[in-house]
């Protein structure tokens, strides 16, 4: 275990030297404390990549004269520059390299770098930032780089407080979020700052970080071997979250050890230990689900998710539902497809449908998870178990289909307005029968354009509530037309 997690000499020299001198034992004591405190450090923080050409992933945004690779690459203390650095924000799922990124740019020359969360900073802290940033730049000729994450979490005053440093430029702002930022940034920083948006490390990407992490001597340095269907494991952990894998690696490697260290004795070091898949599930007993926000799992989930419900197999809707949860995605956008479901799919054969879906969504407005989860199953249910009807959806759609031909030109006259001066002259509203002065309150009379007496749009089945809707709606137009 010493091997993994124990010191290791910084620079050369370590907490052994053999240097007499008062000050190179101060020294050399310091160092080795360094050490030690770096490897109690976790897995992904010790291997942070310490330039953009050790950053997995991202390669979209790290070609040659990028905007990040200047930023990343800056300008020498006291040297002019015909921009001046940019104030960026990096949108992506986690464990994509956000925060790696602000640490790398924070990196280059002339650099201070600042980190502040949005869930405890306040505005206090962010006047104190700028106000410190403001003297550096004019007493030192540094830039500060504030790296702010989870900036979405921060309150429109909170950001406006950013808004004289990033403008001024008395600070390069790194603003880190996992939500869209048209929506979760007030737009004055948004239009100040560069966006830039970070995509889901692929297999091959976690895959390499790794392996590279097995033998890298600011990881396990060789300690351990990893075995290949293992490494199959941690990358299908991961769900392409870099951080997650690290964190799953070194808790695997930390059972191989352990296990090795209880059936061989702690001091029998004569080949390093390897990584079986088995130490892997043992270390992290749940799978994480691969979902990304953007891409094709999260079309693939929620298309299943509909048609599911639409097929009334409630308990595979139930098991869609559970997956997207399960991977965070926003209950508002879940509340919104049930609403959308609840209206194509349902319709009139159960007309309350359409209100459990509002009412959920308005619930989890209010509560928010994960007592939403509730709510979304419960209108889960009701939608998947209720009769379905699509005949509203596809009455709207023909009757859009007739219009954009140019069917059902012009109005009846004597349903045309006929409260304003010359309307009667020209027989807007002659014979006209309102509607409550008829039998049943419904009276003869022609209501569409000409062209279209007589067309059908809705077209009700014989599926609940739209059952009785079917005999109701064919004597309304027994009665309207006079047939």
């Not at 895959?207 to 351990?224: H, N």
């Not at 071997?225 to 997650?244: E, K």
């Not at 002065?437 to 009379?445: E, G, L, P, T």
């Not at 749009?457 to 014989?462: C, N």
């Amino acid at each position: 275990m010493e091997d993994l997690f124990g010191s290791v000499g910084v620079g050369g020299v370590g907490p052994d030297s053999d240097d007499e001198s008062a000050p190179s034992a101060v020294s050399s004591e310091r160092a080795a404390k360094a050490a030690r405190d770096a490897q109690r450090s976790p897995l992904a923080v010790r291997l942070r990549p310490r330039s953009l050409d050790e950053v997995v992933g991202q390669q979209h945004l790290l070609g040659e004269g990028s905007p990040l690779r200047q930023l990343a690459a800056g300008a020498p203390s006291g040297a002019l520059s015909v921009t001046g650095p940019t104030s960026v924000i990096l949108w992506g799922p986690p464990g994509t390299g956000k925060t790696t990124l602000a640490h790398v740019i924070a990196r280059g020359p002339g650099r201070k770098f600042v980190e502040l969360s949005a869930i405890t900073a306040g505005v206090k802290d962010v006047r104190r930032v700028m106000d410190e940033a403001l003297t550096a730049r004019d007493l030192h000729r540094t830039t500060t780089v504030l790296f702010l994450d989870e900036i979405h979490r921060f309150t429109k005053a909170q950001q406006d407080a950013l808004l004289p440093g990033v403008e001024n430029r008395w600070v390069v702002l790194v603003a880190a979020t996992t939500e869209n930022p048209s929506f979760s940034v007030v737009s004055p920083l948004l239009s100040r700052s560069l966006l830039l948006t970070l995509r889901p490390l692929t297999d091959e990407d976690i895959r390499g970080l790794v392996v590279r992490a097995v033998t890298d001597p600011r990881g396990l340095g060789g300690a351990v071997v990893l075995a290949d269907d293992a490494a199959d494991h941690l990358v299908r952990l991961a769900g392409g979250d870099a951080r997650r894998a690290l964190t799953a690696l070194e808790a695997a490697a930390a059972v191989a050890l352990g296990q090795a260290a209880g059936e061989t004795g702690e001091g029998d070091d004569a080949s390093p230990v390897t990584i079986q898949v088995a130490h892997t599930e043992k270390a992290v007993d749940a799978h994480a689900v691969r979902y990304d926000r953007a891409g094709d799992i999260h079309y693939d989930v929620v298309s299943a998710f509909i048609k599911s419900i639409r097929g009334s197999d409630v308990d595979a809707a139930l098991h869609y539902l559970a997956r997207m949860v399960e991977a965070g995605e926003d209950p508002r956008f879940i509340a919104r497809r049930i609403i959308i479901s609840a209206a194509e799919d349902i319709g009139m054969a159960d007309p309350t449908a359409l209100q459990t879906a509002v009412a959920a969504a308005q619930a989890v407005q209010l509560i928010g998870m994960p007592e939403g989860r509730i709510v979304l199953a419960e209108a889960v249910v009701h939608l998947a178990t209720a009769p379905k009807s699509n005949a509203a959806y596809m009455g709207i759609n023909a009757a859009i289909a007739d219009v954009r031909a140019g069917v059902g030109t012009g109005i009846p006259a004597h349903l045309r307005d006929a409260h304003y001066a010359g309307a009667e002259r020209l027989g807007h509203g002659k014979g006209y029968q309102y509607s409550h002065d008829a039998q049943h309150s419904v009276a003869r009379q022609q209501y569409p354009p000409d062209d279209l007496v007589g067309k059908d749009y809705y077209a009700p089945t014989a599926n609940g509530s739209e059952r009785e809707l079917q005999a109701r709606v064919e004597r309304l137009r027994g009665i309207i037309r006079g047939s």
